[in-house]
């Protein structure tokens, strides 16, 4: 099984995900833009047994401004780690933190909110796929 490494801005928090993502993509909600502080975020979702912190795990923050997501943090350098979704039984790993991945992404969720419109030929979900709860519904590009 890969094996990728992961840490913080400041490397005080490192952990690695082991496998292959659930699923690979962009989000464009307004929780991710303003937490990313971009217009659009890469995710990547893994199961969250994939995920394991291997330093540091007493420097990591937690905010969850809704219960579908506990976005976690560096204490030290507030460097972005990733965000476990509860509900979805996912962890989201921010597709930045991940160098050695090959970002495959293959939809585009929330794309009702976007800021960013973009023309890649994937499919953009109103909100979430039917099988993560949401409507299915998708928007013309």
């Given at each position: 099984m890969?094996?990728?490494?992961?840490?913080c801005f400041?490397?005080?928090?490192e952990?690695?995900?082991?496998?292959?993502p659930?699923?690979?993509?962009?989000?464009?909600?307004?929780?991710?833009?303003?937490w990313?502080?971009?217009p659009?975020?890469?995710?990547s979702?893994w199961?969250?047994?994939?995920v394991?912190v291997?330093?540091?795990a007493?420097?990591?923050?937690t905010?969850?401004?809704?219960?579908v997501?506990?976005?976690?943090?560096?204490?030290?350098c507030g460097g972005h780690?990733?965000a476990?979704?509860?509900?979805l039984?996912?962890?989201d790993?921010f597709a930045a933190?991940l160098?050695?991945?090959?970002?495959?992404?293959?939809?585009?969720?929330?794309?009702q909110?976007?800021?960013?419109?973009?023309?890649?030929?994937?499919?953009?979900?109103?909100?979430?796929p039917?099988e993560?709860?949401?409507?299915?519904e998708?928007?013309p590009e």
């Open positions: 890969t094996t990728h490494k992961a840490s400041c490397g005080a928090v952990f690695t995900v082991t496998g292959a659930v699923a690979m993509g962009y989000c464009h909600c307004e929780s991710c833009r303003h990313s502080a971009g659009v975020n890469a995710f979702l199961q969250p047994d994939a394991k291997t330093k540091g007493d420097n990591i923050g905010y969850n401004k809704t219960p997501s506990f976005r976690k943090w560096c204490k030290t780690l990733y476990d979704h509860p509900p039984n996912l962890t790993v933190m160098p050695s991945l090959k970002f495959e992404p293959a939809v585009h969720v929330n794309y909110e976007t800021v960013l419109r973009i023309k890649d030929g994937l499919p953009k979900m109103k909100d979430f039917a993560m709860g949401g409507s299915g998708a928007l």
